[in-house]
């Protein structure tokens, strides 16, 4: 099993930063993506940011010049740098790990336990 927990997060006013960290720890034999995904209330989860262990990096529009993701891959870890924060970036953040725990398991998708961005205006 692949354990993600994340840290920061919290009330910040609008224009302000903030930095997400999330660590996977457990049974790991590679992770093949990671990335942090979002839901507001009433809304469904949608994805903010992901990263290869290659460094390509995916963002959702509407965060795109705003959020920074970056990982190290050595220590099983993602950060997500939020910038210019706006009153519709609130939401509950939850890190994702698209891994695989032995050579003859297949790769799937585990998450964090989400951790709460609110931005005042």
């Known amino acids: 099993q692949v354990q993600l927990v994340e840290s920061g997060g919290g009330l910040v006013q609008a224009g302000g930063s903030q930095r997400l960290s999330c660590a996977a720890s457990?049974?790991?034999?590679?992770?093949?993506?990671m990335g942090w995904y979002r839901q507001a209330p009433g809304k469904q989860r949608d994805l903010v940011a992901s990263i290869t262990g290659g460094g390509s990096t995916s963002y959702a529009d509407s965060v795109k010049g705003r959020f920074t993701i970056s990982r190290d891959n050595a220590k099983n870890t993602v950060v997500l740098q939020m910038n210019s924060l706006k009153p519709d970036d609130t939401a509950v953040y939850y890190c994702?790990?698209?891994?695989?725990?032995?050579?003859?398991?297949?790769?799937?998708?585990?998450w964090g336990q989400g951790t709460q961005v609110t931005v005042s205006s």
């Open positions: 994702n790990a698209v891994a695989r725990t032995s050579s003859w398991s297949r790769t799937r998708d585990y």
């Open positions: 457990g049974t790991i034999l590679s992770i093949d993506i």
